[in-house]
């Protein structure tokens, strides 16, 4: 199953509140097994708990206004064979492959209130497909979601605060520093781990006689731990094979300057935070 789903990249051109969207977020986000993936089967109950929401009469009213604004198609209930009402099932309207949409990992669901929510949608939408990041300002952000800029500025800090996006400091042509580039955090995490995968296997190759089995470490069972975790794991069976691999050489161990690589020193919060945590053994 794939661990993200597609938004229309108009969504916020329908004049939807916060609930609204995140509502629309969550059923978007559940798996489906029709043919066009659009017929999803949830309770009204389980919306409420994943938005955050304290009543279904709430999300009863958002799902109204999601079909009177054209997102919902249809929405049916039925009987079943002891009389009971049964789960309603609903039909969204979800961006076609020939329609420009953007993507959002299924991890977030049930972890931010509706107005963080809002505020992550709009940042996932400007990520550039390169880079993977975006530099909206605050005034362009207000602007998009019309919301005030102090509100803007909070929400991002509180997105930043609970490790969901990333401020990036980018250097410009007169020598300052611009602080409104964003990512998704698990990006960063995502790209580090990468880094420390590429490591191990080259140092393997280097040291035959005391080998580190790369498909032992990939074998961690993923959903037992998070992202962070795994990525603490990488990082201190990556200066272990480094250690041995000094070893074997007859070089002298240099801890201090083993985990930091050059092309990621400007995240210096999240590599000081892995260098304090890994263990050298």
């Known amino acids: 199953m794939c661990n993200r789903f597609r938004i229309s990249n108009n969504i916020f051109d329908y004049g939807l509140t916060a609930n609204e969207l995140h509502i629309y977020t969550v059923m978007c986000s559940v798996?489906?097994?029709?043919?066009?993936?659009?017929?999803?089967?949830?309770?009204?109950?389980?919306?409420?708990?994943?938005?955050?929401?304290?009543?279904t009469e709430t999300v009863s009213r958002g799902i109204l206004s999601l079909c009177k604004k054209g997102l919902i198609r249809r929405v049916q209930r039925f009987v079943k064979r002891n009389g009971d009402m049964g789960t309603y099932?609903?039909?969204?309207?979800?961006?076609?492959?020939?329609?420009?949409?953007?993507?959002?990992?299924?991890?977030?669901?049930?972890?931010?209130?509706?107005?963080?929510?809002?505020?992550?949608?709009?940042?996932?939408?400007?990520?550039?497909?390169?880079?993977?990041?975006?530099?909206?300002?605050?005034?362009?952000?207000?602007?998009?979601?019309?919301?005030?800029?102090?509100?803007?500025?909070?929400?991002?800090?509180?997105?930043?605060?609970?490790?969901?996006?990333?401020?990036?400091?980018?250097?410009?042509?007169?020598?300052?520093?611009?602080?409104?580039?964003?990512?998704?955090?698990?990006?960063?995490?995502?790209?580090?781990?990468?880094?420390?995968?590429?490591?191990?296997?080259?140092?393997?190759?280097?040291?035959?006689?005391?080998?580190?089995?790369?498909?032992?470490?990939?074998?961690?069972?993923k959903s037992s731990i998070g992202m962070t975790t795994l990525l603490f794991y990488y990082a201190s069976r990556y200066c272990k094979c480094q250690e041995l691999f000094l070893l074997i050489r007859g070089s002298p161990l240099k801890k201090g300057s083993l985990i930091v690589p050059t092309h990621y020193i400007q995240r210096e919060k999240l590599l000081r935070y892995i260098y304090q945590h890994t263990k050298f053994s």
């Not at 066009?36 to 994943?50: F, G, L, M, V």
Request: charge should be positive; glycine fraction near 2%.
């Open 31 to 55: 798996y489906s097994n029709s043919y066009y993936h659009d017929i999803i089967t949830i309770k009204q109950s389980t919306i409420a708990e994943k938005c955050g929401i304290k009543t």
């Open 89 to 221: 099932h609903y039909t969204l309207v979800l961006p076609r492959s020939n329609e420009k949409y953007f993507f959002v990992p299924r991890s977030i669901i049930g972890k931010l209130n509706s107005v963080q929510m809002r505020m992550y949608l709009f940042v996932c939408k400007c990520l550039d497909s390169k880079t993977g990041e975006c530099w909206n300002s605050y005034t362009d952000i207000s602007n998009a979601l019309k919301v005030k800029r102090s509100a803007v500025i909070e929400t991002i800090k509180e997105l930043i605060s609970l490790q969901v996006i990333e401020k990036i400091k980018v250097l410009k042509k007169d020598g300052s520093y611009s602080d409104n580039h964003y990512r998704l955090f698990e990006k960063a995490i995502t790209t580090v781990v990468a880094f420390f995968k590429k490591s191990i296997k080259r140092k393997e190759s280097r040291c035959s006689q005391h080998r580190l089995s790369l498909s032992n470490i990939l074998n961690v069972q």
